[in-house]
């Protein structure tokens, strides 16, 4: 690996961090402690009809539908009592329950990080299987959770066969996450270009607390997570161009993890 290329990586990840991080005293983490306490809570899941755009042709409609229904976010607080904010992705393959992210949004260990579903319903980690810091993933299982609808693994990971024909330059793409503490807000975007290190760049839009969110293909493909926005020469000097976001592709995750293949 070229030390231009290392700088690129270090660049990112640090980019990334700061897509990932909260202050301490934000209103969503009130009551942490209480909520990290409850192995459960009480709720009703309700179903939601989400009204999507009728110029979406009918297999957009469905990736619409399964990046929303699948986000989650991610709360995970350190011994310091700092805590991240991030997006996850949540998978389910044999009936066990898995929610896919970013390493730099896990802070804390398994014990100190919860999955929020949606409505009231937060949801313990259970086992953090697989983490790495410099490629930027991590994979927790956590319980059958309420109000959030897991998708098939084995549906939505792309035959290798698919893999280059999905990332041709100018495919649409869909991800869903919770920006700016808002959400979960569901964003498109296109694929721009590559790195020398196989990231994706797309090009669309991606704030604090996006990072981690899962990018499906206009056919419901899932082709990776956002970890960074990039950064660029501007008029102003170096800034950050949150429109241009950088996705870790989904063939770079070690899913022989979650299958055992």
């Known amino acids: 690996m070229t030390n231009a290329n290392k700088k690129l990586i270090l660049l990112f990840i640090l980019i990334g961090i700061f897509t990932g991080i909260m202050i301490t005293n934000a209103p969503v983490i009130h009551d942490y402690a209480r909520f990290l306490a409850r192995e459960h809570v009480a709720a009703t899941p309700e179903t939601e009809i989400i009204q999507i755009s009728s110029n979406l042709d009918r297999d957009e409609v469905k990736t619409v539908n399964k990046s929303v229904n699948s986000a989650v976010r991610i709360l995970s607080r350190n011994m310091q009592g700092m805590v991240a904010g991030s997006t996850g992705t949540l998978f389910e393959y044999d009936d066990i329950y898995y929610v896919v992210t970013v390493a730099h949004g896990i802070v804390g260990d398994c014990s100190t990080t919860i999955v929020w579903t949606g409505q009231k319903n937060l949801t313990p980690c259970r086992d953090i299987i697989a983490l790495d810091r410099e490629a930027d993933?991590?994979?927790?299982?956590?319980?059958?959770?309420?109000?959030?609808?897991?998708?098939?693994?084995?549906?939505?990971?792309?035959?290798?066969?698919?893999?280059?024909?999905?990332?041709?330059?100018?495919?649409?793409?869909?991800?869903?996450?919770?920006?700016?503490?808002?959400?979960p807000l569901t964003i498109s975007g296109r694929i721009i270009g590559f790195s020398d290190n196989d990231y994706i760049f797309i090009h669309s839009y991606a704030w604090s607390g996006s990072s981690g969110s899962g990018v499906f293909s206009a056919d419901g493909k899932f082709i990776g997570i956002v970890i960074a926005v990039d950064v660029g020469q501007t008029i102003y000097g170096v800034d950050v161009l949150e429109d241009m976001v950088v996705v870790l592709p989904a063939n770079l995750i070690p899913w022989e993890v979650i299958t055992g293949e």
């Open 137 to 183: 993933y991590a994979i927790m299982r956590i319980d059958k959770p309420l109000s959030a609808e897991a998708v098939r693994l084995r549906e939505v990971l792309p035959r290798e066969r698919q893999w280059s024909k999905l990332l041709s330059l100018q495919n649409k793409i869909f991800y869903t996450g919770f920006p700016n503490s808002v959400g």
